[in-house]
């Protein structure tokens, strides 16, 4: 199956990449003609980015694109919350493969706060995410349970973070995979980014895609919720 074979909502474009390198390099190059866009737009960009094993490519080709990284602000769909130096702290893959070369001129704001509880770190969060800007791009990763971002289906607060209402830019999930204390972004300030793109890679992510639109139950397929105008999905068999 190849996803050609799927039928997407309108507004929702799907593209096959050769490979895992050739889906990195064209998604960089996307992200970049964006980020110069917003730039040229309003003085700035503001890019979100996901975490997990898939991005880091992606990361790389990005942070060698020629663009005024002096004016990007990046930040993350989600974190564990695990110190910056832990090595599964999201905020470190993205210094250590997006903020090098040309990219290290960017601002990063991370989403991890040390405080005694996740729900007091959570907080924290809230308040320094006051200051994000609407979301230029938007790139989002999906697991095989289609979660995204740190959206987990059976998390305590999913309903929350998945309301169009939610309050919160941020709140604390559990997620069935170690680290389990995670910050995740909330539905609203996702779905308001300009260009939201989804990274997915192989038959089996392409198999939970076609079982998500099928499903359409943001509850047990949390990635459901951002499958809809204006989305670019990018894949590789
Ligand atoms: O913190 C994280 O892990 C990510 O933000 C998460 O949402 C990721 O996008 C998916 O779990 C896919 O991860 P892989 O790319 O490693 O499959």
Known sequence: MAISDLEFPVGVVARSHS???HLASALAENVAGALCAAIDSHGQATLVVS??????????????????WNKVLVSLADERWVPTSHEDSNEALVRR????????????????HSAGS???????????????????????????????????????????????????????????????????LTLPLLRAARLPLLAIEGPGKLAVLEQALQQDNHKNMPISAFLRAPLEIYWCP
Do not use: W
């Not at 975490?51 to 005024?68: M, T, V, Y």
């Not at 493969?97 to 704001?109: D, M, Y």
């Not at 790139?139 to 998945?162: I, K, Q, R």
């Not at 604390?172 to 680290?179: I, K, Y």
């Open 19 to 21: 490979d895992a390198q």
């Open 118 to 184: 996740l729900e007091e770190a959570a907080e924290l969060t809230e308040q320094a995410l006051r200051g994000l800007p609407v979301i230029d791009v938007l790139v989002l990763g999906m697991g095989t349970d289609g979660h995204t971002a740190s959206l987990f289906p059976n998390s305590p607060n999913l309903e929350e973070a998945l309301s169009e209402n939610c309050p919160r830019r941020c709140l604390p999930m559990l997620a069935p995979s170690v680290p389990h204390q995670r910050l995740t």
């Open 51 to 68: 975490g997990g094993r898939s991005p880091i490519a992606f990361f790389k080709a990005l942070s060698q694109q020629s663009l005024p």
């Open 97 to 112: 493969h997006l903020l090098q070369g040309p990219a290290a001129e960017a601002r990063l704001l991370g989403l991890y």
